[in-house]
């Protein structure tokens, strides 16, 4: 039997929190979006793999993000009036790290790393992970996504 949710909770909230916070810019939709992972945590606790954590908890972290920015742009559109809809130019389209070959760690530490240019270091004190860690995850998920646009090219 793993950890209880409560020890969940307390290793990884703060992490979830922090990362919510930097892809949305605001504490009370950040708090939300943390919530909310947790709580799709306890509806699937039996298929989640609590080795993948917090990359799978990133992750729906961050589906909330582009969901609460679609509302938002949606929201925008209808409030201004206007008929065709806003097309807002993406800083980052995450198709690439959509790759089915990627876990879920793998994809938080590309996006941590690569779409918010954090270090190692800042990378590991949101996660949890060691630095070593990190770069083995980068160091494969890059080989991954390389063999994989290798094969398609």
Same mark, same amino acid.
């Given at each position: 039997?793993?950890?209880?949710?409560? !020890? /969940?909770?307390?290793?990884?909230?703060? @992490?979830?929190? *922090?990362?919510? #916070?930097?892809?949305?810019?605001?504490?009370?939709?950040?708090?939300? /979006?943390?919530?909310?992972? #947790?709580?799709?945590?306890?509806?699937?606790?039996?298929?989640?793999?609590?080795?993948?954590?917090?990359?799978?908890? #990133?992750?729906?972290? *961050?589906?909330?993000?582009?969901?609460?920015?679609?509302?938002?742009?949606?929201?925008?559109?209808?409030?201004?009036?206007? !008929? !065709?809809? /806003?097309?807002?130019?993406?800083?980052?389209?995450? &198709?690439?790290?959509?790759? &089915? @070959?990627?876990?879920?760690?793998?994809? @938080?530490?590309?996006?941590? *790393?690569?779409?918010?240019?954090?270090?190692?270091?800042? /990378?590991?004190?949101?996660?949890?992970?060691? !630095?070593?860690?990190? &770069?083995?995850?980068?160091?494969?998920?890059?080989?991954?996504?390389?063999?994989?646009?290798? &094969?398609?090219?």
């Amino acid at each position: 039997m793993g950890p209880s949710f409560e !020890e /969940i909770y307390a290793r990884h909230a703060d @992490a979830v929190f *922090r990362f919510a #916070f930097r892809l949305v810019g605001r504490r009370d939709v950040a708090e939300d /979006i943390t919530s909310e992972a #947790f709580l799709e945590l306890v509806e699937h606790r039996d298929r989640v793999d609590v080795s993948r954590l917090p990359g799978w908890l #990133f992750t729906v972290a *961050r589906n909330r993000a582009m969901d609460y920015w679609r509302r938002r742009a949606l929201e925008t559109r209808f409030a201004a009036g206007l !008929e !065709e809809p /806003i097309q807002p130019e993406p800083a980052f389209e995450p &198709k690439l790290f959509e790759h &089915k @070959a990627l876990r879920p760690v793998h994809r @938080a530490c590309l996006l941590l *790393r690569y779409v918010h240019g954090m270090t190692l270091s800042e /990378i590991s004190q949101q996660t949890g992970l060691s !630095e070593t860690q990190i &770069k083995g995850y980068l160091q494969y998920a890059r080989q991954l996504l390389r063999a994989a646009f290798t &094969k398609t090219s």
